[in-house]
């Protein structure tokens, strides 16, 4: 099984963006990508997503699995952008009212992975089976761990966490900072 690498474009400043995908913050920093590419151009950055979760957000881990289930799909990267961009047009499906209360407290995992496959379009359960696909989740939590990574977003640029970097700035001011 191999899960694709969640990187667009390929220009010499790197851009990292440690994301959990039901976030508010997350995925409003999300949102910001395509204009991001578009505006810096794929020959100026490199843009590499990282899923960061967190037990704060219940159903994290499983949302993190279906995106990198997604990315082990025809279309990799972009079947697993277009999870994430189902978790972010529908989060509160994938949430719970202030961490703990609401609807979906009744929702098992198979509701969670039943919802994503209806947003996104894309067969989910069979590759979130896949017992191989924990390579791919531990590979992305022991890279954020090794980079002192513990919320999201956080943002690195050339390898170096920018901790004054926000999803509130603009596309502008990431630019400017890539530049």
């Known amino acids: 099984m191999y899960a694709d690498t969640l990187t667009w474009g390929h220009g010499p400043r790197t851009f990292e963006v440690f994301l959990e995908p039901t976030c508010p913050f997350s995925v409003k920093a999300f949102n910001k990508f395509d204009d991001l590419l578009a505006q810096a151009g794929p020959e100026r950055i490199t843009l590499k997503i990282r899923l960061q979760s967190q037990p704060w957000h219940l159903f994290s881990g499983v949302v993190v699995r ?45 509701d969670i992975i039943a919802r994503l496959e209806g947003y996104s379009g894309l067969a989910l359960a069979d590759a979130f089976a896949n017992p191989d696909l924990q390579h791919a989740i531990k590979w992305h939590c022991k890279y954020a ?28 001011d990431w630019l400017a900072r890539l530049e």
């Open 66 to 110: 279906c995106v990198l289930a997604a990315a082990t799909l025809d279309g990799g990267k972009e079947s697993a952008k277009a999870v994430l961009a189902a978790v972010a047009a529908h989060r509160e499906e994938f949430e719970f009212k202030d961490h703990a209360t609401g609807p979906n407290r009744d929702a098992t995992p198979n």
């Open 145 to 172: 761990r090794q980079n002192g990574i513990h919320v999201s977003p956080t943002f690195m640029i050339d390898g170096l966490v920018q901790p004054d970097m926000s999803s509130g700035d603009s596309v502008a």
